[in-house]
């Protein structure tokens, strides 16, 4: 079976490069933009850099399946001190770090985004039928993709090829294709959120 990924209607290369752009300078603000400092040591989008930001990617993806234990996919609330919280929610956290990455490393995501509007990925014998072990599964398919642009990187291509881009694209209709089963539309929670963001402090107050 081959699970469909669509890109969300309406959406273009401007509009994701202006939302990279905007989540950038909110990042940037909060001390989460280290590139100019490892690449000082490391050279250009150093790997252990690119890994501690993938890992952080994979983080929200798993506090997304954690909400699902608890609420139900199309649930948002607020959480402590007006947070915003749920499965969508975290999902575009995930996304937020994903789109933030690849625009801090070069990676040409947003022509990709228009380039590529419909992307078939193999993910399984059988089709997605909202449960949590469905749900676990699509989420490793995610997780995989963007282990595919590490490992990309480790056998030496550029942030800017291909194959290291089209890994995150991948990834990131992935996380559309979830949220679109969920029902609340990914691109306002992901506005909402980085809404809330700027009211956050430091670092959100955590280490990194």
């Known amino acids: 079976m081959l699970w469909a990924f669509f890109r969300y209607a309406g959406w273009m290369t401007n509009d994701i490069l202006d939302l990279q752009t905007r989540i950038g300078e909110i990042n940037e603000s909060k001390g989460f933009h280290d590139l100019a400092r490892a690449q000082a040591v490391g050279g250009p989008a150093p790997l252990y850099y690119i890994s501690t930001k993938l890992l952080l990617v994979v983080d929200e993806l798993g506090e997304a399946y954690d909400e699902l234990e608890l609420h139900e996919p199309?649930?948002?609330?607020?959480?402590?001190?007006?947070?915003?919280?749920?499965?969508?929610?975290?999902?575009?956290?995930?996304?937020?770090?994903?789109?933030?990455?690849?625009?801090?490393?070069?990676?040409?995501l947003a022509e990709a985004y228009i380039k590529?509007?419909?992307?078939?990925?193999?993910?399984?014998?059988?089709?997605?039928?909202?449960?949590?072990t469905r749900t676990a599964e699509y989420l490793f398919v995610i997780t995989k993709e963007l282990t595919g642009a590490q490992d990309a990187r480790r056998a030496g291509?550029?942030?800017?090829?291909?194959?290291?881009?089209m890994h995150f694209l991948v990834a990131l209709y992935?996380?559309?294709?979830?949220?679109?089963?969920?029902?609340?539309?990914?691109?306002e929670v992901i506005e909402n959120k980085i809404g809330y963001n700027k009211t956050r402090p430091y670092k959100h107050g955590k280490a990194f």
């Open 157 to 165: 291509l550029d942030p800017s090829s291909e194959e290291v881009t």
């Open 74 to 108: 199309e649930d948002i609330y607020e959480g402590d001190g007006g947070k915003p919280e749920g499965f969508v929610v975290e999902l575009a956290d995930a996304a937020i770090r994903l789109l933030d990455l690849t625009s801090e490393a070069g990676v040409p």
């Open 174 to 187: 992935g996380i559309e294709q979830l949220a679109e089963w969920a029902g609340p539309n990914l691109y």
């Open 116 to 132: 590529h509007p419909r992307l078939d990925v193999s993910a399984g014998s059988s089709g997605y039928d909202g449960t949590s």
